[in-house]
């Protein structure tokens, strides 16, 4: 009897169908350009979500990174999806990417990461790179993950060197435009649109008034600290860029900017690193068009360090001594120095400057564990030498004219922008009164529902901005800069008067001269650098020659921050 083949199917009692994978999907873009027109992320989420149909797969969720780079590891959606993957749930199975660059561009943070996840039970899946779940595919892994490091760090530096040649012609790279100007176009270089840095003309007219504020005060006190100007504008109607109101951190930041005297710098901090500045080799200065004259920024920059509670205050300003106030040590405190006297061992008493900080604490030692080195100087040494530097080297007719010369060009060429920007905001004025008309005539004309909500809205932002361009028009004339008149005679009248108060009369008379002319008085263990603007000497230079004496006023308002 011939046997048959049979096969007989049996199907387990026990048999339980397996469940779908529970999926996660990531997709990233690293440019702002290809997170704006989306087409990157569009693509790799279809290719993605086909994938996870035709395996039978769940997407339990779809994590979007728009302009994030994958060098860094801080970047919010994909930090939210490891920490759902790895949340103890155990809800997740696998993580998906298009390719292992959208997810990664270090190689060690890839392998920490996927150690990570298979602690958790998670797997991570490449569409574009399919790889066996074993040891040969951990090493392809690794072996991609080094490739995409290398291919990442080439491209940075390509991008880089881009960047800097693009600085280095005078264009903008993007990044924040600092308050006070704008970006407009440039050249078209091959398919790029180059973009420059120019002049926004209500913002820059805020700025020239925070620095005067700054310098001057607002004609009934004597200069403003960051809280003060801010309060003022505040007052007034003046806004940020965003419509928020200005607070001392703003201004402060505005008052430091030294982009605003007319040079720029690209690529001056390590943003990946610590943060702290590069070698000059590698920082590009570039120029934008001046805001600030590069005296009346160096002259705020001396009185904000001069400000300082610590390095200086009413009391030591009104010392009874030649430099008390002026005086101050190199370190990393500016410590003010103070007078003090010592008696020696046959009883003649000598006086000093000496570091205030050491005179309250003894041994004063400074942020790198170093003790003051200039914490006494002889008195009559020190006043000796800068009374003599004072005479020899800065009150000299040619010395004077020649400042006065450069201060002149500096005045002329500044001016020459306010004009400029005169008619720009003289510009804006009109285009909204033109507005304010177009929009009162078709209301009148029956083509506009006079009763709509947003109309209302409308006309008060025309307004605002039709009066803050006023106002800064207004200011932007009355602050027009005085031509300065350079006169031989009353050059060197003044000239001879200023020495012969620095040399003869009482150390009141002298001290005040000497205040009028000096912003500070660096000393360290061989030099001693006497800082002052160039703009004092005008200030003190009266119309026939006669010295000046401004009356200067102690404001601790200027530390940054203060309440």
């Known amino acids: 009897m011939a046997r048959k083949n049979?096969?007989?199917?049996e199907t387990p009692d026990n048999f339980v169908q397996p469940r779908p994978r529970n999926v996660l999907i990531y997709i990233r873009v690293s440019t702002e350009k290809q997170s704006n027109n989306q087409l990157s992320l569009d693509s790799q989420e279809e290719h993605l979500i086909a994938r996870c149909k035709r395996d039978g797969d769940h997407i339990a969720g779809i994590f979007r990174e728009e302009g994030e780079t994958a060098t860094n590891m801080r970047r919010p959606a994909f930090e939210q999806m490891i920490a759902r993957a790895t949340d103890g749930t155990r809800t997740v199975d696998a993580i998906m990417v298009y390719s292992f660059s959208r997810a990664f561009r270090n190689q060690v943070e890839q392998e920490l990461t996927v150690q990570t996840l298979r602690k958790h039970k998670v797997e991570l899946i490449s569409h574009a790179e399919p790889l066996a779940n074993d040891d040969t595919g951990d090493m392809f892994?690794?072996?991609?993950g080094i490739v995409n490091e290398y291919q990442s760090k080439e491209t940075s530096r390509s991008t880089m060197r881009t960047m800097k040649a693009n600085a280095k012609l005078g264009y903008s790279n993007g990044g924040i435009i600092p308050f006070g100007y704008k970006s407009i176009d440039a050249e078209v270089i091959g398919n790029k649109q180059k973009k420059r840095l120019a002049i926004e003309p209500v913002e820059a007219e805020i700025v020239i008034r925070a620095f005067d504020l700054a310098k001057n005060g607002d004609g009934n006190s004597g200069p403003l600290g960051t809280k003060k100007i801010a309060e003022w504008l505040n007052a007034r109607g003046y806004r940020s860029r965003n419509g928020s109101l200005f607070g001392t951190g703003t201004i402060h930041e505005i008052l430091t900017r030294r982009a605003?005297?007319?040079?720029r710098n690209f690529n001056e901090f390590d943003r990946k690193g610590d943060g702290e500045r590069k070698a000059p080799s590698e920082i590009i200065e570039y120029e934008i068009p001046v805001i600030i004259d590069l005296a009346t920024f160096e002259a705020v920059q001396a009185l904000l360090v001069s400000r300082r509670p610590r390095s200086r205050g009413?009391?030591?300003?009104?010392?009874?001594?030649?430099l008390g106030g002026l005086v101050r040590c190199d370190c990393a405190?500016?410590?003010a120095l103070t007078t003090a006297t010592g008696t020696s061992r046959t009883g003649v008493i000598y006086s000093y400057y000496k570091c205030i900080q050491s005179i309250k604490k003894g041994q004063h030692k400074h942020d790198g564990g170093a003790s003051c080195s200039n914490r006494k100087i002889p008195r009559p040494v020190i006043e000796k030498l800068v009374v003599e530097a004072l005479l020899d080297q800065l009150l000299q007719p040619e010395r004077v004219t020649a400042i006065l010369t450069a201060l002149k060009t500096r005045r002329d060429d500044r001016q020459a922008s306010a004009d400029r920007r005169l008619v720009d905001l003289a510009r804006q004025v009109t285009d909204a009164d033109e507005r304010l008309s177009r929009l009162y005539a078709s209301i009148e004309a029956g083509t506009i529902d006079g009763t709509d909500p947003t109309l209302k809205e409308r006309v008060v932002a025309l307004k605002t901005t039709r009066d803050r361009a006023l106002e800064a028009l207004d200011y932007a004339r009355k602050s027009s800069a005085v031509p300065i008149e350079i006169d031989p005679v009353a050059i060197d009248r003044f000239t001879r008067l200023m020495r012969e108060q620095l040399v003869s009369g009482d150390v009141a008379a002298r001290k005040t001269y000497l205040s009028a002319i000096v912003d500070a008085i660096v000393v360290s263990d061989?030099?001693?650098r006497i800082i002052g603007s160039n703009d004092n000497i005008r200030a003190t230079l009266g119309p026939n020659g006669e010295p000046r004496t401004?009356?200067?006023?102690s404001v601790q308002e200027w530390c940054p921050g203060a309440e």
Do not use: D
């Open 314 to 322: 009413p009391r030591l300003a009104s010392a009874p001594s030649l």
């Open 260 to 263: 605003y005297t007319g040079v």
């Open 526 to 528: 061989s030099t001693i």
């Open 6 to 9: 049979l096969q007989v199917s």
């Open 141 to 144: 892994r690794k072996f991609i």
């Open 333 to 335: 405190k500016s410590c």
């Open 550 to 553: 401004p009356v200067r006023k």
